[in-house]
């Protein structure tokens, strides 16, 4: 067991927390009562002495870090497209559970940079915050040896959350988009050590939410997940958390163990839906001209897709 | 100006945040049901697939980094105490705020750590979690050189949150305990590296937050703030944030620029009353044998604040 599965072992043992399943927590409130989502300027001034955000019936909120030496390299990217991606990769989170993100926290650690380095961290950051209408409550900055970016998100949910769990007995699996870019710029960068804005690389730069399709396929999914670490291991999620084997369509590249599956960070939405809802999923991706991959789908009696793994 | 607050300015000027004062921001919903705190094992399961916490109504979110280098150097304290005090001083922000910690996401970065290392910072954290019933409900876990913790805590607000300002013209300044401890004990650690844990050293060692008293006096106190930064600090934050000099009192140690009141990570709460309930505040203080220290008053005439630090 590696030291970071160790740590949240112990602390489950400890009675402090529980293997939750998603990268967001959803937190509910008793009431419903439909209200508008405010901009941080809408700050209620009623109340004198308050700087109240109305925040919305349920949320989810989600954390997650993205460091320098684990998550990218300096000499990789520029800064604003590593600050770029530090708010992509956290919005995925809260987008693939079907929730709208609002607010972010950002407890950040800057190394020695000079104003204008510092100036294209804060545009990367500003300009998804701007692109997808988040706005930063709160967080902290520290100094470091290596640049940081801790976030926490909080986002709105309209309706149901789209979980990791609820997948059935005879769903069909599909995946957004092309996997496979992502692993192929890792590659080259490991091999190189520079990528440009080349199309080829765009994606790995700066990865492509679904947010218009899940927000639209969420109603009526079963489970989603965004793949972060890679197909073959999201699907080891599903089955494990399920208790679901998964039997993978003869023809697809992942029964051939494609190596495109193996690539993480594409950020792309890996979900299962009833077979009766494959035509109404069918007319949903065309209307926006989105590829969608089909995997395969859940079976009793489907070997746990982690046997797969193993081979 | 120094980068982290060139870090700060630069992102208000692409307008995604604002300054909002306070260490924490109040999340406020549009209905008030007051409903009861359930524990982490209460996860509603009527929605098979949801993993649901209930929420308060009025939410405080507060996020922190705790890093080592900066806050803390691991020689100087157990691994065990160093994740205690990680904990306190986050959940200082948001108990100050009149708010009951109720959920925690981590962000965690770990060094190479031997596995009783690892378990004795879940030890630490799980200590104070469960003093407080805190529930870890997310985060993420990453490898690196130095230790840090990157802590958003979730509190729930009964009643109105306190905040920096409100500050009115002949309010009551007041701090609660003793400080300067705390500075006495980063001295004699920048001299000797090393400290025990006898009872000069334990307040810098594990804070003693002062959550009864805050939750008693929040009714009526116009303003508060933990005391991170100094005596000094936080009675200039104070003063600007609220358009009003202060007048210290002629016998206060303050007038006379002692160090104790440049001692900062005490944790003390500084906070202010109208002259009207100095009565009702001594009466609470002392059922509770706790020390309140007067400091001064608020002034419509009064030199800012801020001048005195310049002496």
Same mark, same amino acid.
């Given at each position: 067991m590696d030291k970071e599965r160790f740590f949240i072992q112990s602390l489950i043992k400890q009675g402090v &927390?529980?293997? !939750? @399943?998603?990268d967001g927590v959803v937190l509910a409130f008793d009431t419903w009562n439909a209200t508008q989502y405010p +901009?941080?300027? +809408?700050?209620? &001034?009623? &109340?004198?002495?308050a700087k109240y955000l109305k925040a919305h019936k349920q949320l989810v909120i989600a954390s997650d870090g993205f460091c320098e030496g684990i998550h990218f390299?300096? =000499?990789? !990217?520029s800064l604003k497209d590593i600050a770029k991606k530090a708010m992509l990769v956290n919005l995925s989170d809260i987008i693939a559970m079907n929730a709208i993100p609002k607010y972010a926290l950002l407890s950040i650690t800057l190394p020695n940079l000079l104003a204008f380095e510092i100036l294209e961290i804060v545009q990367g950051l500003a300009y998804i915050a701007k692109k997808y209408n988040v706005v930063f409550i709160g967080g902290d900055t520290t100094s470091g040896q290596n640049l940081a970016f801790h976030l926490s998100i909080i986002g709105a949910l309209e309706s149901k959350p789209l979980l990791r769990t609820g997948l059935q007995n005879k769903d069909l699996l599909y995946h957004t988009g092309k996997v496979g870019q992502s692993l192929y710029a890792l590659k080259w960068l490991l091999r190189s050590g520079k990528i440009s804005r080349s199309k080829r690389f765009l994606r790995f730069i700066e990865p492509t939410l679904r947010e218009k399709f899940i927000y639209k396929v969420a109603s009526f999914a079963h489970c989603g997940i965004d793949i972060s670490d890679g197909v073959y291991s999201e699907l080891n999620h599903l089955s494990t958390l399920n208790h679901l084997g998964i039997k993978l369509?003869?023809?697809?590249r992942l029964s051939q163990l494609s190596r495109h599956f193996l690539s @993480?960070? =594409?950020?792309e939405l890996l979900f299962a839906i009833a077979p009766k809802h494959k035509h109404k999923l069918m007319r949903i991706a065309k209307s926006m001209r989105l590829h969608i991959q089909p995997i395969g789908y859940a079976s009793k009696? @489907?070997?746990?897709?982690?046997t797969l793994l193993w081979h």
């Open positions: &927390t529980k293997k !939750l @399943g998603d +901009n941080i300027s +809408n700050i209620n &001034t009623n &109340t004198p002495n390299r300096r =000499e990789w !990217l369509h003869k023809k697809s @993480g960070e =594409e950020y009696r @489907g070997k746990k897709y982690k």
